[in-house]
């Protein structure tokens, strides 16, 4: 299936070349629970492995979709529904430590030693912590629009206790007027049923539930990676989004200056641009993980 992504919404233009969505298949993580996980080949058998976790209130290929197949230009590309968000593992509590666990036991079973794991947001504090737990698992970390801690300000604090699922502006993809008549637009230009491409859209936000993601924000509120970054012994790139009203731009590059070596990528976008700003933020995701990747070989 391939759907258009998001492009120049707010100015009403419609330049959305269509991106092919990967099929993937429900796996089972011994012990755990099963979950969601596709599988891109790259251009070889012996492709490095990038592993993409996604935001919060999105699933695996709701963040990432728009950079998958560039990514699989170079990587095998893999990514996964973490819990209770789409169709992740159902566990009794959300934790990011089990998280971070989860991603560890996909390498498992995939027979993989070790993985670039790159991060979005919420996927970037699961990239942290997955180091943290499994440091001989990950090749090498790409975080995006993320931080080492939240509530630190008093507008964090009112986000954090009442943001519910209004956290991603990429909501609007499956919601707003604009973005509707864009979809239907380009359904028409690429001969593509535009049911299809709201279904699909709709379909992922609503596999989340707003309660599943309050439960995560109060988690998100109490992490705090600050401690332990400096030791983080792995090459790493951090993906600053300037124009970011969620996660400050500045918290981003404190988290970049606290990793020994880590380069900053910095484009002008905000917190939902690795999908409304993608033609912004895939290059400069190509850019840093050819840097992990380039590092870590």
């Known amino acids: 299936m391939s759907v258009p992504h998001p492009r120049n919404l707010l100015a009403n233009k419609v330049y959305m070349p269509v991106v092919p969505i990967p099929d993937g298949r429900i796996v089972d993580l011994p012990g755990r629970g099963s979950t969601y996980v596709t599988d891109t080949p790259g251009p070889t058998p012996d492709a490095p492995a990038v592993v993409l976790l996604h935001a919060l209130g999105c699933t695996g290929l709701l963040t990432w979709f728009p950079a998958i197949p560039r990514l699989a230009e170079r990587y095998r590309v893999i990514t996964l529904d973490q819990r209770w968000h789409g169709q992740g593992i159902r566990g009794e509590s959300f934790s990011l430590h089990d998280c971070a666990d989860d991603v560890a036991a996909l390498l498992d079973v995939l027979g993989l030693e070790k993985a670039v794991v790159a991060g979005y947001s919420m996927g970037g504090v699961v990239a942290q912590r997955t180091w943290r737990q499994h440091p001989d698992r990950v090749a090498g970390l790409v975080l995006a629009a993320t931080s080492d801690r939240f509530q630190l300000t008093v507008a964090e604090r009112f986000f954090f206790t009442g943001m519910g699922v209004s956290m991603l502006g990429a909501r609007g993809i499956a919601r707003s007027k604009v973005a509707t008549q864009a979809a239907r637009t380009t359904a028409r230009a690429f001969d593509v049923d535009p049911g299809d491409i709201q279904a699909w859209a709709i379909r992922e936000f609503r596999s989340t539930s707003p309660w599943a993601v309050a439960e995560a924000v109060t988690v998100l509120g109490r992490h705090h990676s600050r401690p332990w970054l400096g030791r983080i012994d792995v090459p790493t790139a951090v993906v600053v989004t ?45 850019e840093a993980t050819a840097t992990v990747a380039a590092r870590a070989s």
């Open 242 to 286: 300037n124009r970011d009203h969620i996660i400050p731009p500045q918290r981003q590059l404190a988290l970049a200056r606290a990793i020994r070596g880590a380069t900053v990528h910095d484009i002008e976008a905000g917190h939902a641009g690795c999908v409304l700003e993608s033609e912004v933020f895939v290059p400069a995701l190509l």
